[in-house]
């Protein structure tokens, strides 16, 4: 045999043993690459974290049928991969399967059983459209316990509903989140069954009555104050500062000012909280903040004999994206929609602790105060949008002095003080936290079409409670990316460049090759 024969038979044995070797290191290694933007490929280390901290099995059972569309297809292929990667790290503990119930009648009601419903689908097949019955669900199983993701389509969100189904079903999470009530704050059972709905698919969630509790309940992780509409008692304030000073945490929600904008009326609240909350380090003012960068309404106007229907920007339904990108609870959050905000005072913070502005407005926003005039058919003047970066979102930090440490104890319908004076708790922990945001109506129901509000609420509250590890997968998707706004000028530039470039390519590459053919034959001719 030719040497030359023996080194490229030694050469193709060398490839095959290494083809060999990298798969067998690929079958007991997990590597990946991923080269997208927001890394949607790649497993996040709060996920990590939890399918790695499994004590017990789960077992993912994924109802798939085989002819689906396109689009869940690829929905379909993500799932694969994510699951292959919370495989990868679940230490043995995380297994997952994919069955078509197909035309089995026995699979067909196992995926009934664990309440997964067929959807009909538009799928081509043999060039027709035809309207298939199919499947794509998944439930998750531990020990006895199981939850039910019923349909997939779509990949937004996924692998975070994954990572909260195995954080609540192996009781890695098990917070308590309380909504305060009596005050006509919003019910999270009425108007806010949407942010409620997903907040309490994490967390266990309970109502609180200071009307009919001696204190807030110490296994409540953080107490939420929505949009109340009335006073605050003293008695319910020294319940909820002694709740702060054993180490709670509240998140504020709510504006100075109500607004009726189909009567066209705004009035100050009656809260009487201001010297409350300014002991802690922050007023929320009474006032409602306007932007240029606004919402839009339907208006009616009349012209002539006709009454037609218009759609208008709307200065007091401010969308802001001006954020904190350095604080957890707004570092990713690109868009928010917000319903008569009002401004925040940040510049007295108490002593030992930490004011961080996290929302603003945009560099053209007015204040309203005093008269509201919020009628949507108001004509404002450009000048008047005078203001630049309103804070309208707070995170505080560190030890909060007690409200009622130099002030009277309340008391009670007896006439006798609620507590006694050396009982109360004047100093919170060091790491107390505390958020404001002069907003609230832009979690309740008939306000919310940005689902960036919701995730603001969920940040928050993580943030609160010291669960921070899901912030980041919950908001990785959740990226808005407006086009930049163009000037007449350059749209028409844009508009002619697109056209015209393309033939003029064409033409020029035509050119150039019928030049080098023209070449060619001259040289053949030469030749």
């Known amino acids: 045999m030719k040497r030359k024969d023996i080194n490229l038979t030694a050469s193709i044995l060398l490839i095959v043993i290494v083809l060999i070797l990298v798969n067998m ?8 690459i991923d080269l997208t933007a927001g890394k949607v490929f790649t497993l996040s280390k709060a996920s990590k974290s939890v399918v790695s901290n499994l004590e017990d099995p789960v077992t993912v059972k994924v109802f798939a049928s085989k002819n689906l569309s396109p689009q869940l297809n690829d929905v ?26 197909g035309t089995d009648e026995e699979l067909e009601k196992e995926a009934q059983d664990y309440k997964i419903p067929p959807f009909q689908e538009n799928v081509w097949n043999k060039d027709q459209l035809e309207l298939k019955r199919v499947y794509l669900g998944a439930v998750f199983l531990y020990g006895a316990d199981q939850e039910v993701m019923q349909t997939i389509q779509s990949t937004a969100g996924l692998e975070y509903n994954i990572t909260s ?22 019910s999270p059972f009425e108007d806010m069954k949407q942010a409620n709905s997903i907040l309490e698919s994490n967390y266990k969630i309970t109502t609180i009555d200071l009307s009919m509790e001696d204190e807030i309940p110490p296994d409540v992780n953080t107490l939420l104050i929505i949009t109340p509409q009335t006073e605050i008692p003293d008695a319910d304030k020294l319940k909820i500062d002694q709740y702060l000073m054993k180490g709670g945490t509240i ?8 607004a009726d904008l189909q009567n066209g009326q705004a009035n100050q609240l009656p809260l009487k909280i201001d010297a409350w909350t300014q002991g802690y380090g922050f007023r929320v003012n009474d006032d409602i903040v306007a932007d240029m960068k606004s919402g839009m309404i339907n208006i009616q106007e009349r012209r002539g004999f006709f009454t037609i229907q218009n759609t208008v920007n709307y200065y007091f339904f401010p969308v802001l994206n001006a954020f904190n990108k350095n604080h957890e609870i707004t570092q990713n959050i690109e868009v928010i929609a917000t319903f008569f905000p009002s401004s925040i005072d940040t510049t007295s913070p108490g002593h030992g602790v930490t004011i961080t502005p996290l929302m603003f407005s945009s560099d053209k926003a007015l204040v309203e105060t005093g008269q509201y005039n919020i009628n949507a058919m108001r004509k ?25 440490a130099s002030r009277e104890i309340p008391v009670d319908e007896d006439g006798e003080p609620m507590m006694a004076k050396d009982n109360v708790i004047q100093q919170s922990p060091d790491s107390t936290r505390m958020l404001v945001v002069g907003e609230g109506n832009f979690l309740k129901d008939q ?17 609160l409670v010291g669960d921070t590890e899901l912030i980041n997968l ?54």
């Open 447 to 463: 306000f919310l079409t940005n689902p960036a509000n919701i995730f603001l609420l969920l940040n928050a509250v993580d943030w």
């Open 76 to 101: 379909k292929r993500f799932l694969n991969d994510l699951l292959s990667g919370y495989d990868a790290y679940g230490k043995g503990n995380f297994h997952y399967e994919f069955i078509d119930p």
């Open 165 to 186: 189904i195995i954080k609540r079903i192996t009781a890695q999470q098990d917070m308590k989140i309380g909504y305060l009530t009596g005050h006509g704050e919003s």
């Open 474 to 527: 919950r908001t990785r998707e959740v990226v808005m990316r407006p086009l930049k706004d163009l000037s007449t000028g350059q749209k028409q530039v844009w508009k002619y460049f697109n056209w015209f470039l393309p033939p003029i390519l064409v033409i020029v590459l035509g050119i150039v090759y019928w030049q080098i053919r023209r070449n060619t034959r001259k040289q053949g001719l030469g030749a």
């Open 380 to 404: 404002f003047v450009p000048a008047e949008f005078d203001r630049a970066g309103i804070p309208l979102a707070a995170a505080l930090e560190g030890s909060f002095t007690s409200y009622f």
């Open 251 to 258: 998140g504020w929600f709510y504006n100075k000012v109500h």
């Open 25 to 32: 290191i690929a079958n007991t290694k997990f590597f990946r």
